[in-house]
């Protein structure tokens, strides 16, 4: 159990043990697919269990030149990259990171083929480069029902269609990539590659790989992971691929917590509101832009006959607030304050609004100590700005 008397606040605090019951099933599904499993960075960058993560998982996946510079200097190996675009000022540096680059555009691609530190001039399914290319795909079909993270919506941005590509791969290009999945199980994955199959079977003949992106909530309690297993196996048997998964959130998923005070307690119109030593808005940005509501200890939605709050952050910014909660009795100042399941899509998204500090960064180890990893001062603050 953890001793939060012992963690300063706010802090993200990541429990170890629970980690690595992540990374001990993502390894099993990895061992028993036969596929390629890879951390995605943009859900999860906390560099300091990166040596934890690499006792199971060898690499990341990265959507900058920033993130694959952090996956070669702290996972010791280059990443595979994506990103919608890329910059030609900064090309030279992502190559030295890189061993699989995905092009967003057919544009991109003849953009930069010419610059790629190998030749290219050879069939796909021919020995491999130094870096191995692929294409963004858009299999025009997404079960994810909120549009900010929907790629396949008209209008994306994200992937190009089958009939822009036509009915061979372009010569150079070794792979397909497509991410259209957002914390989903193994039969919204099922229904996607026949989507993915109806519209890109052929080009899969001719490819070296799929990446089939990240989405893959492998570690969610009731998650079939034995189905996701079968799904990878049929399709590496038979379209001769090595296929590729990149999940974020699979890694981080439920392993640590948010820890806040309750600063200030008053009645407004009726409603209890509290204000927290965190801000939602600048801490936890993905309960606003999904949204969601983040599980507290020892709390419920608000009901009639119980205590009802409604939890604000420390910004003045007015929606700065998660929702109403009740408890079984009365906080007061000073009171802590526990957000369950807040280590993936946190940390990366973090600002420094109002000049609020950022949360400290914990692990809470195997041995029941804990580390502090990191602690925030104006200098962080002052850093993002000129």
Sequence with gaps: MIDFSKIPSPCFVLEEKKLRRNLELIKSVKDNAGCT????????????????????????TSSSLNEARLCFEEMG????VYAPAYREDEWDELMSYTKHITFNSLNQ???????????????????????????????????????????????????????????????????????????????ALERTLKAVEEKFGHLLHQAKWLNMGGGHLMTREGYNTEHLIGLVKNIQQKYNVEVILEPGSAFAWQTGYLRSKVMDLFN???????????????????????????????????VNNKPAYRMGGLTCLAGDYVGDYSFEKDINIGDDIIFDDMIHYTMVKTTTFNGVNLPSIGIWKMNDTFQLVRKYGYESYKDRLS
């Design 37 to 60: 499993i890879i951390l995605a960075l943009k859900g999860f960058s906390m560099f300091s269990a990166f040596p934890i993560v690499k006792e199971y998982i060898k690499g990341a």
């Design 77 to 80: 190996t280059k990443a595979h």
């Design 109 to 187: 691609w003849e953009r930069f083929k010419s610059k790629l530190p190998s030749p290219i001039g050879r069939g796909s399914k021919g020995e491999g480069e130094e870096v191995s290319c692929g294409i963004r795909i858009n299999p025009q079909y997404s079960e994810v029902t909120t549009d900010l993270y929907n790629p396949c919506i008209a209008g994306s941005r994200l992937g190009v269609t089958a009939e822009q590509i036509g009915e061979k791969l372009p010569q150079g290009i070794d792979g397909l990539h497509f991410h259209s999945l957002c914390e989903s199980d193994s039969f």
């Design 268 to 302: 407004s119109q009726g409603i209890n509101a509290v204000i927290l030593d965190v801000s939602v808005s600048a801490h936890m940005p993905d309960c606003i832009e999904m949204p969601y509501k983040p599980r507290i200890w020892g709390a419920t939605d608000a």
